[in-house]
């Protein structure tokens, strides 16, 4: 008698739940109905059988049945005790298929696979990144500060409630400000959006701007979670050339020939993932382009901070603000994890950002943007940025004499002025073709250097962080990463 549901009913019984028994019983059966276990006009037990198999109350079941009759999932068959309604829908139509894909991907492009794997991988790997700051070194004490100000503050004055999409005013002041002061770009509050990242930012880039099937420029090489965000809002990818001095723009005027060009994405601070600073004559000649076929120039800055040799560059957006959709970031600034991100960019480019902000979450976390807010008001950021530069210049220098030591006969780099990541190049392919198989057998986990090329042409290399190792880690990983190449 006691079918393998009985046993399920019993075991979904929470003596801590508010619901009395005879509902749970009831809910346990509908279940089960659901489920397709117990089908359309099959017969329950007697309500005396089900009361010892579940060791209840007689009476709690025939409740529970009376209940389910009121509600037309049984009806009462007579002599022959209960059953389950023969009126419902068959358990195949209304029985979500356990183990089936619920929808074909054919109609709905999006729940196939993705293209990209979403998670990182777990395990107890050390994990080269491509260029984070050193999360221990973060100002968690001030930090934490500014989060209890923050939410005292709103509570006090009823602000905890939904807000501006475009993102807390106060935030907005401030990161408006710091982009006059220290990268020359002519904005206010008005010319500035929050998102959760710089990469939503990117992403709703490509949503406001793109069409299925317009043509979207990156180089060769590049930072491809933002070709992903720009495939998948229905760009055609076009790939261009680049060198020592950044981007080909003769090989961008020939795309631009060719195609009908929406956007090229850039990162000419310091070039995703190769390091290199576009010089300025082909940011002048880049920006002429983009006037003459106009195309709109999305330029990630997202390690402007981190900049050790010379005065870094001014961004493209500070001199030629119409043309320019500025992306920004506080992940390296302070941590990946705060996702606090910018666009910079004409007002009008703001608000409709802001609308697809309004479609997806409403509004960003307001309270994690007034701690930021803060950081930057009250100079915290600033003595941040400036104490880890120093540690940053420190490591890249250490990190630049074990690749000396451990690598000088695989290896062709350069030594970054900027951002917190080195570009290895190969000399012998299959050195890294060996480095990438056998990584994992000695617990190492990095960057695929196939997750760089836009085309099938690029160059392969990897792009290893330096700035969240101190100089003994440095040191051990890249004699590990040396074993793993070596035959
Ligand atoms: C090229 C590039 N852009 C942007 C970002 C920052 O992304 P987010 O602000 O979404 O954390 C990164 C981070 O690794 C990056 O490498």
Not at 120 to 125: E, K, M, N, V
Not at 433 to 461: I, K, N, Q, V
Request: net charge neutral; glycine share 6%.
């Amino acid at each position: 008698m006691a079918k393998p549901w009985t046993v399920l009913l019993r075991a979904s019984f929470r003596d801590d739940a508010d619901l009395p028994r005879y509902m749970q019983i009831a809910h346990g059966l509908i279940h089960e109905i659901e489920r397709g276990r117990l089908l359309p006009g099959e017969y329950l037990p007697s309500s005396r059988d089900l009361a010892t198999a579940l060791a209840v109350n007689r009476k709690t079941i025939v409740t529970a049945y009376e209940e389910l009759i009121a509600q037309g999932w049984l009806v009462s068959g007579g002599t022959r005790g209960t059953m389950v309604s023969t009126s419902l829908p068959s358990a195949e139509s209304i029985a979500p298929a356990p183990l089936a894909a619920p929808f074909g991907d054919t109609e709905y492009p999006f729940l196939g696979p993705p293209d990209r794997p979403i998670a990182i991988a777990p395990g107890t790997w050390r994990k080269l990144d491509e260029g984070v700051p050193d999360g221990r070194l973060f100002p968690a004490d001030p930090l934490a500060r500014a989060y209890r100000k923050a939410v005292e503050q709103a509570s006090r004055d009823n602000g905890l409630g939904y807000r501006d999409p475009r993102g807390l005013p106060r935030l907005r002041q401030e990161i408006a400000e710091m982009l006059r002061r220290q990268r020359g770009l002519m904005v206010t509050a008005d010319h500035i959006c929050i998102t959760r990242g710089s990469q939503m930012g990117v992403f709703l880039t490509a949503r406001v701007l793109i069409r299925p099937g317009d043509a979207v420029l990156v180089e060769r090489l590049t930072h491809e979670p933002a070709v992903a965000a720009f495939r998948a809002c229905g760009a055609k990818i076009v790939t261009v050339g680049l060198d020592e001095d950044g981007i080909d723009v003769a090989d961008v005027e020939r795309q631009c020939r060719r195609h009908r060009v929406r956007a090229i994405f850039v990162t000419p601070h310091h070039q995703f993932p190769t390091t290199v600073s576009m010089r300025p004559e082909r940011r002048l000649r880049l920006l002429e382009l983009a006037r003459q076929f106009a195309f709109a120039v999305i330029e990630d800055d997202y390690d402007h901070e981190f900049h050790f040799g010379a005065q870094p560059l001014l961004p493209m957006a500070s001199y030629a603000p119409a043309r320019v959709i500025y992306a920004g970031s506080m992940s390296k600034l302070l941590v990946p994890a705060l996702r606090i991100g910018y666009i910079a960019a004409a007002p009008q480019v703001i608000d409709a950002l802001a609308y697809q902000i309004s479609l997806i979450d409403g509004m960003g976390n307001s309270v994690t943007e007034d701690a930021a807010a803060e950081l930057l008001a009250t100079g915290e950021v600033r003595r941040h940025v400036r104490k880890t530069a120093q540690i940053y210049a420190a490591r890249r220098d250490a990190f630049a004499r074990s690749l000396e030591q451990e690598m000088a006969d695989l290896v062709d780099y350069r030594l970054p002025d900027g951002g917190l990541a080195f570009w290895l190049r190969f000399r012998d392919i299959a050195a890294l073709d060996r480095m990438e198989a056998r990584a994992p057998e000695f617990g190492l986990s990095f960057a695929s250097s196939h997750s760089y090329a836009a085309d099938d042409s690029a160059e392969r290399g990897l792009r290893i962080g330096f700035a969240s190792l101190t100089e003994e880690e440095a040191r051990e990983v890249l004699r590990t990463l040396r074993r793993c190449a070596d035959k």
